[in-house]
């Protein structure tokens, strides 16, 4: 029991150092919870490893949120309107899936990634150099329609929603990538939270192990935004790539395994 303990534990902190870096923590932590949680708690259901991983993952998002707010400019009057109507739309997305199959669309979704990889390594300028934020109205309803559509997107399918909003903000606002992994962590967390709110009313997480496991969240998102931070975005933006291939991996994997 100990050592599923101390490898989950250790899979958060890994999961909450990526993710407050370039995204996509649950390709680490999820995983690891659908192995190691079942033998601490035999005959869980997968909403409670689901809810489980929300609680963690919220809070390593949270302190990534707060951390990046202080040190990294970001566009509040995008931001904001594009996290409140991803979260609606995530709800949106969610209620979608009874009608259509996510699986369908898999190999869109891994052409699209290939295609904004592909975009991050040709150009190798983008979203490292400074450029002025793009404000005012037009990127106030551009932020609406792109929250809407990632919001719906991440309900409906999930993987990659990261990945999508880092470089939306980088090539539609004009951020870099720093900026934009700072602006994706506030949508997440917005998306998270009303995620949670679900699972904690349908009593869906284990509290003990969640937080056990958030503490180590934190401390790696501690962890991912110093780094980030120090680094800039020419680091940013190389664990991103890699982040990116990752999930397409995982996607390819998923449609061609048993």
């Known amino acids: 029991m100990e050592f599923q303990l101390i490898a989950l534990c250790s899979a958060s902190l890994l999961a909450g150092f990526v993710d407050a870096i370039a995204g996509g923590g649950g390709l680490i932590q999820l995983p690891a919870l659908f192995l190691f949680l079942p033998t601490l708690a035999p005959g869980v259901a ?22 990046y707010s202080r040190a990294v400019p970001i566009a509040w009057r995008v931001v904001l309107p594009a996290a409140f109507f991803a979260a609606l739309f995530s709800y949106l997305g969610a209620s979608s899936v009874r009608m259509f199959s996510p699986q369908a669309f898999q190999s869109i979704i891994i ?4 295609a904004v ?18 404000e005012g109205i037009p990127a106030l309803i551009t932020a609406i329609i792109i929250g809407s559509f990632i919001g719906f997107y991440d309900g409906f399918f999930g993987p990659g929603t ?22 994706s962590k506030i949508v997440n967390l917005i998306t998270n939270v ?11 997480i284990l509290y003990k192990i969640g937080f056990i ?40 994997w998923a449609m061609f395994s048993p």
Request: glycine share 10%; hydrophobic share 55%.
């Open 46 to 67: 997968p909403a409670v490893i689901l809810g489980t991983n929300k609680l963690s993952s919220a809070c390593g998002t949270t302190y990534a949120v707060m951390r």
């Open 213 to 252: 496991m958030a503490v180590s969240n934190i401390i790696g998102a501690f962890l991912g935004t110093h780094v980030a931070i120090k680094k800039g975005s020419a680091f940013v933006r190389i664990i991103f790539i890699v982040v990116v291939f990752s999930l397409i991996a995982k996607l390819v």
């Open 111 to 114: 052409i699209l990634l290939f």
């Open 162 to 183: 990261g990945s999508f909003l880092i470089i939306a903000f980088v090539t539609i606002f004009g951020t870099n990538f720093l900026t934009a992994s700072a602006s």
């Open 194 to 204: 009303f995620a949670l709110i679900f699972f904690i009313l349908h009593g869906t």
């Open 117 to 134: 990889a592909g975009f991050t390594i040709l150009k190798k300028d983008l979203g490292t150099g400074k450029r002025r934020v793009r």
